[in-house]
Nanobody
């Protein structure tokens, strides 16, 4: 059973930065994708960014493109989401998600709050 633990959330002023981490533990394998999603109060879950285990493919939602960067350190089984130029509308609970074929794992989420 894969376990995902997010960390790095917090309160930051608009224009500031945070780096989220998603640490994976349990069985190790290749050929997976890690996604970051977020859910703002009263809104649907929203895709944020994705990266392949190899690191040679990344994808971003238009709303974060140019401000957020997803990366991975396979030696540490950790994926990062560097968030710069944060806006109040980035306020949400951020979740990491590991997908491999039919396998689908989620972390518990980390709160990000951006004050104006």
């Amino acid at each position: 059973q894969v376990q995902l633990v997010e960390s790095g959330g917090g309160l930051v002023q608009a224009g500031g930065s945070l780096r989220l981490s998603c640490a994976a533990s349990g069985p190790t394998f290749r050929d997976y994708r890690i996604n970051w999603y977020r859910r703002a109060p009263g809104k649907e879950r929203e895709f944020v960014a994705a990266i392949l285990w190899s690191g040679d493919w990344t994808y971003y939602a238009d709303s974060v493109k140019g401000r957020f960067t997803i990366s991975r350190d396979n030696a540490k089984n950790t994926v990062y989401l560097q968030m710069n130029s944060l806006k109040p509308e980035d306020t949400a609970i951020y979740y990491c998600n590991l997908v491999r074929g039919s396998l689908d794992y989620w972390g518990q989420g980390t709160q990000v709050t951006v004050s104006s």
